[in-house]
């Protein structure tokens, strides 16, 4: 069975910094294109940061200087290090497992969530 679990959420002030973990479990952690998403109230989800199988990243404009995704293949874990928080960066956090498969379908796994709240 799949599982991808978020930790690492919580509440900082603006200009603070937490760092996001996501373990994954019952799927091939370094086959899969890793993400980290995100849904504020009244919004719809979105990419924040992207990462291969091959190690490329992404980011969203509004997070880019100031976000960093990694991933640790042994520990099947993806991380995301968040600098510089902006109360508009608070939602909550999503982690997100992708990969391709035959036949022109994909394999999409998600994680419950993780609240960030940043204060002014």
Not at 63 to 76: E, L, P, S, W
């Amino acid at each position: 069975q799949v599982a991808l679990v978020e930790s690492g959420g919580g509440l900082v002030q603006a200009g603070g910094s937490l760092t996001l973990s996501c373990a994954a479990s019952g799927i091939i952690f370094s086959i899969n294109d890793m993400g980290w998403y995100r849904q504020a109230p009244g919004k719809q989800r979105e990419l924040v940061a992207g990462i291969t199988s091959g190690g490329s990243t992404n980011y969203a404009d509004s997070v880019k200087g100031r976000f960093t995704i990694t991933r640790d293949n042994a520990k099947r874990t993806m991380y995301l290090q968040m600098n510089s928080l902006k109360p508009e960066d608070t939602a909550v956090y999503y982690c997100n497992a992708h990969r391709l498969l035959p036949g022109f379908r994909a394999a999409d796994y998600w994680g419950q969530g993780t609240q960030v709240t940043v204060s002014s």
